[in-house]
């Protein structure tokens, strides 16, 4: 792809992740994706095939880059726990820094079709894949409890994500990024991972908002904060 193709490629994925957060992916038009990119309508079809084509693509491509970051970051971490950390700030500081991105990651692909969900599968699994190289070689060191790695993939992955999507629906805005050392720490208990000593009350830690936590984790909260 020529350097004026690549920059109308990139342009058409950055209009297409403001339109589908501003007005959703299904009642997003083509056109307007193609006004916010400041090209014309029928230069999306050069590109794409539709609108479907445009959210795998945008999926398959920043979560692409995505993986690639995190994997550069995780050549320098030599122990268990700060792999683990630099998977939780990298996912959490990618959603922080891209809300736009981060309302059609967690929202309009739950809402797309099978189709869909079935084509952006590959980049998905590749991410799972990074998660369990990290989970197996804490075993391997003896880091981890020697637990089952889909299992431990399946809790780390989903509690970020779940972390993510409660984030963009709070109605009281909060730094994601902040609740990492929070999260880690779930997961060093769940996983077996030798705890660092926490502040105590009174001394850095915040009683009320573990309060809160524990009230409805206990409470089985559904609701959002």
């Not at 992916?25 to 090209?39: D, E, F, M, N, T």
């Not at 969900?117 to 020697?146: C, D, H, M, Q, W």
């Amino acid at each position: 792809m020529t350097a004026q193709r690549e920059d109308k490629f990139r342009r058409i994925l950055d209009a297409a992740v403001e339109a589908f957060a501003e007005v959703g992916y299904h009642q997003c038009q083509v056109s307007k994706i193609a006004r916010l990119a400041g090209v014309a309508d029928g230069t999306i079809y050069l590109y794409f095939k539709n609108k479907e084509d445009i959210l795998i693509r945008l999926f398959q491509e920043r979560m692409g880059d995505f993986i690639r970051d995190i994997r550069n970051l995780l050549q320098g971490r030599e122990t268990t726990r700060a792999r683990l950390m630099t998977i939780i700030e990298t996912h959490f500081r990618n959603m922080e820094e891209n809300l736009s991105l981060a309302k059609v990651t967690q929202l309009e692909l739950r809402q797309s079709d099978l189709k869909i969900r079935t084509a952006i599968n590959a980049p998905l699994k590749e991410y799972f894949r990074l998660i369990e190289e990290v989970i197996r070689s804490g075993i391997e060191r003896g880091e981890l409890a020697p637990v089952d790695v889909r299992i431990a993939r399946q809790l780390i992955f989903g509690a970020l994500d779940e972390a993510t999507t409660d984030w963009i629906m709070a109605r009281t805005k909060r730094s994601l990024l902040s609740e990492s050392e929070e999260m880690l720490y779930l997961f060093e208990g769940a996983l077996g991972l030798a705890r660092e000593p926490r502040p105590r009350a009174g001394r850095g830690a915040n009683p009320q908002r573990t309060a809160d936590v524990s009230g409805k984790m206990n409470a089985g909260e559904g609701a959002r904060a």
